[in-house]
């Protein structure tokens, strides 16, 4: 299970690490954006398995729709909208 991005910070990076092994924690971040073939209901699935697995937010970005649904460990997901107008 990747996501399309991650972010891990620096710190929790543990010291002596390869290059080439997978990263031993689980990121703080993870980003999905939903594609054309996919489903905002996969990807909430998605995000849920992430959370499952100890990453600390989950975004999905619906481009489509302009909103980010943040996902939390402990809360319920939240969903905001982009309301800006473009000129």
Do not use: H
């Not at 996969?42 to 995000?47: L, R, V």
């Amino acid at each position: 299970m990747i996501p399309d991005l991650l972010y891990i910070s620096y710190n929790r990076l543990p010291l002596e690490r390869f290059e080439d092994e997978a990263c031993p924690v689980p990121p703080e971040l993870a980003i999905e954006i939903i594609s054309p073939e996919q489903t905002f209901g996969e990807m909430s699935e998605k995000a849920i398995d992430y959370l499952n697995a100890g990453v600390s937010r989950v975004w999905v970005v619906d481009s489509k729709a302009k909103t980010i649904t943040i996902f939390y460990p402990d809360a319920p997901p939240q969903t905001k909208r982009n309301e800006r107008k473009q000129l």
